[in-house]
């Protein structure tokens, strides 16, 4: 469809504009994907944990209606940007476009933007995030990373979440590593659990993180 | 919108017409919602599993790309036509409509629709069935209904599904029905563990398909 390709087209500008924005003020960002629950609220939790002390940091909280996850960003003193899409599954370059306006671009390094939960249409609207990380959730079964291939194109990292229940559910981490290697070799995937802080280190250096 | 409101209308006039369709040829259609690895497959197949015996049964596969699930499901024995949304978030009326030109309608009872893993964009798409059932999984974490009212307003009944990780993940199934029943009252909640076959002769029960 024409309209959807003009959509796509302008949503691009935008993406672009918003990295152009973002490197003139040596802001690096990181636009979080995953589905409902993987996981991505606690990932970002754990990581801005392990950062805060050597990085000003701040968060654009993607989600259809509801603050619980800007609120519990906020828990870990940092300033979260809520952006709600009403019914739209995705963020666009343009919502953040808007979020940034709203922020001290001039005091910060770090944001990490967190996507509407959903392992499908946030694949097609780049959002002028230099770094791309995508959130499963061993919970979710064996099939994600082959049924949903076009997430996992682009993504710097994969945090393969929830390891310790891995053999409740009876799902391999490694087979899901091996999907996402297959898809995309240039991705990283990690395996992680978020609440006993296993791999968290792992997707900050995954992420270039490290050294900043 | 305009023309997101011309899509929408034009979708409910073609859900009408499968719904016609349908019921002149004796056809209970159930749409099948949730998100990724909830368990809809898991569960649409127990529900075949204790039904099969006394009807004619088909399913509808819905997945953006792969045929994993219509595998899954033509292990029960019973015809699964695949759909491929290739990047759509969801079905919608005229793939329904198509895919009941594939299926010999004269000779089946019941239909389950499976739609595309995601917990948002389904919502908005009737697809003529006249049941709707969400499943939905503790180990997404004990947020998901509250993010997402839009999918459980007209559901008859969903499915809290891995009641069996309830513990390990530290979410309570009586929470999330408490959460759907503030928001829609006729719906009607059911903990389940497909693994076990815990709740799924209640969800037949709660979709009016005992007596079939």
Do not use: W
């Not at 995705?90 to 001039?106: T, V």
């Not at 791309?132 to 959730?137: D, K």
């Amino acid at each position: 469809m024409e309209l959807e390709l003009d959509i796509l087209k302008e949503n691009k500008r935008l993406a672009l504009e918003n990295e152009r924005r973002l490197t003139t003020n040596g802001i690096l960002a990181i636009d979080v994907m995953g589905s409902v629950g993987s996981g991505k609220t606690s990932l970002i939790k754990a990581m801005i944990h392990e950062l805060k002390s050597r990085s000003r940091i701040a968060v654009i909280e993607g989600d259809v209606t509801t603050t619980i996850d800007a609120d519990l960003i906020a828990s870990e003193g940092v300033a979260a940007v809520q952006v709600n899409t009403g019914k739209e599954c995705h963020l666009d370059a343009n919502l953040i476009r808007k979020a940034l306006d709203r922020m001290s671009l001039n005091s910060l390094d770090l944001i990490f933007i967190e996507n509407v939960g959903n392992l499908i249409c946030p694949a097609e609207f780049p959002l002028g995030s230099k770094k791309r990380l995508v959130v499963i959730s061993v919970t979710e079964g064996p099939y994600m990373v082959l049924k949903h291939p076009m997430m996992f194109l682009g993504a710097d990292a994969v945090a393969i979440n929830k390891v310790d229940l891995a053999d409740a559910m009876g799902v391999s981490p490694t087979k899901l590593m091996a999907d996402v290697a297959k898809l995309y070799p240039k991705s990283v995937a990690v395996g992680t659990s978020c609440r006993n802080g296993v791999g968290v280190e792992k997707v900050i250096e995954a992420l270039g993180l490290k050294a900043r």
